[in-house]
């Protein structure tokens, strides 16, 4: 069933269509879920849309000497989902994504600490000349997480900072380097973009859903 609406949702927006009022009607007609209903709405990109974003994916020797923006709760709640079995789909350009959907309640777990390692191990061998990770301010507990991420970010010899601001999104966008992100509208505005959470499912072996 989801498949179907896939399908027919590409087929909307690929002509035009709203992809909001393209998923709201095809999610309608075969009577789909929340959940699978913002699983659409995360997988599904207009044609020439994906076909932009991945001509801006940089592979991991790219990082080499180069600065990168994280954006943090972006890639941090994706790569937990990996590690912790949930499910994480391709999406039509090109990047993964998780379907949780709890970016406004997020609050730490016990997937954090490795989903951290698994980041900055990974960050560790791509060998960025700075790495700069902001959190929302507005999320309770940044400030903690901040903390936590500077420490392991030290323990793996990344050479950044962690910040949090109100802005973040405002802020990648305008920013120079390679910016890791799933966020479609700053992937959009952005030179270049890295697929962290696709990178670790790749080390792990790990198969996201496709349809």
Do not use: W
Not at 48 to 57: H, L, N, Q, W
Not at 108 to 119: F, G, H
Not at 196 to 211: K, Q, R, S, Y
């Amino acid at each position: 069933m989801l498949k179907a609406a896939a399908r027919d949702a590409r087929y909307l927006v690929d002509h035009g269509y709203p992809k909001e009022s393209a998923i709201r009607f095809v999610s309608d007609h075969h009577r789909l879920p929340e959940e699978q209903r913002f699983v659409l709405t995360r997988v599904v990109v207009a044609s020439d849309t994906a076909k932009a974003r991945r001509d801006k994916i940089q592979p991991l020797k790219a990082l080499h000497g180069r600065a990168l923006f994280i954006d943090g709760y972006n890639v941090l709640i994706s790569v937990e989902s990996l590690l912790g079995g949930k499910p994480v789909y391709l999406c039509d350009d090109g990047f993964l994504r998780d379907a949780q959907g709890i970016f406004r309640s997020y609050r730490p777990s016990d997937l954090t600490a490795p989903a951290l390692d698994a980041i900055f191990d990974l960050l560790a061998s791509a060998c960025p000349v700075v790495t700069e990770v902001l959190l929302d301010q507005q999320i309770s507990m940044s400030g903690r997480l901040a903390v936590l991420m500077r420490r392991v970010m030290a323990e793996h010899d990344v050479l950044g900072m962690v910040r949090t601001a109100q802005d973040v999104d405002r802020q990648l966008k305008e920013m120079k380097g390679v910016i890791a992100t799933g966020d479609g509208t700053i992937m959009d505005a952005a030179v270049s973009v890295v697929d962290i959470p696709g990178a670790i499912a790749t080390i792990n072996e790990i198969e996201p859903l496709v349809f």
